[in-house]
T-cell receptor
Framework: AQKVTQAQTEISVVEKEDVTLDCVYETRDTTYYLFWYKQPPSGELVFLIRRNSFDEQNEISGRYSWNFQKSTSSFNFTITASQVVDSAVYFCALSEARRGTGGFKTIFGAGTRLFVKA | DGGITQSPKYLFRKEGQNVTLSCEQNLNHDAMYWYRQDPGQGLRLIYYSQIVNDFQKGDIAEGYSVSREKKESFPLTVTSAQKNPTAFYLC????????FGSGTRLTVV
């Protein structure tokens, strides 16, 4: 069975600190996708990144970076120099890969609530 | 702009009533989904549809029903059989990743 664990329920940091959000997943599939989403107070989930299981390269996008390690089944997310606007709930997610129309079920972690204080 | 529109944003329902949440997308995505989010929890899949006129139950389908008569539309009905319907409901469509609507907060009064 697939499972996503975000062990950190809440994290509180002061602005400009770096913060890493942990994500550990379980799957028996050899091909799968991993995602991170941000949910600001408005409620809408915002897509941040998608990574397929064959691509273990780390990725950096501005202040965001992601570390995918298949050996430890982890897909951690780091925010560098955090800002108040980063305050949100962040979800890690895992989905099966399926050919065709792109429809696939996604399993979400419970989320990590990040508070960034000014 | 392409996206997903959910309406209404807030919905109040009396116990015993059915209520329908709207979800419309103009992204031309085949697959659409309904998720439920409870406070402090992740998202749980209610129903999903990979193509018009076809849909599948997710992990918590009891007390819910859906239809997919058009590619653009995937309405969710919360029936009176749903024992604890107060929650935040998110609709999504997908191609290579999810695009979410802004959600509907349903409260039973």
């Amino acid at each position: 069975a697939q499972k996503v664990t975000q062990a950190q329920t809440e994290i509180s940091v002061v602005e400009k600190e770096d913060v890493t959000l942990d994500c550990v997943y379980e799957t028996r599939d050899t091909t799968y996708y991993l995602f991170w989403y941000k949910q600001p107070p408005s409620g809408e989930l915002v897509f941040l990144i998608r990574r397929n299981s064959f691509d273990e390269q780390n990725e950096i996008s501005g202040r965001y970076s992601w570390n995918f390690q298949k050996s430890t089944s982890s897909f951690n997310f780091t925010i560098t120099a955090s800002q108040v606007v980063d305050s949100a709930v962040y979800f890690c997610a895992l989905s099966e890969a399926r050919r065709g129309t792109g429809g696939f079920k996604t399993i979400f972690g419970a989320g990590t609530r990040l508070f960034v204080k000014a | 702009d392409g996206g997903i529109t959910q309406s209404p944003k807030y919905l109040f329902r009396k116990e015993g009533q059915n209520v329908t949440l709207s979800c419309e997308q103009n992204l031309n995505h085949d697959a659409m989904y309904w998720y439920r989010q409870d406070p402090g929890q992740g998202l749980r899949l209610i129903y999903y549809s990979q193509i018009v006129n076809d849909f599948q139950k997710g992990d918590i389908a009891e007390g819910y029903s859906v239809s997919r008569e058009k590619k653009e539309s995937f309405p969710l009905t919360v029936t009176s059989a749903q024992k604890n319907p107060t929650a935040f409901y998110l609709c999504a469509s997908s191609l290579y990743g999810y695009t979410f609507g802004s959600g509907t907060r349903l409260t039973v009064v």
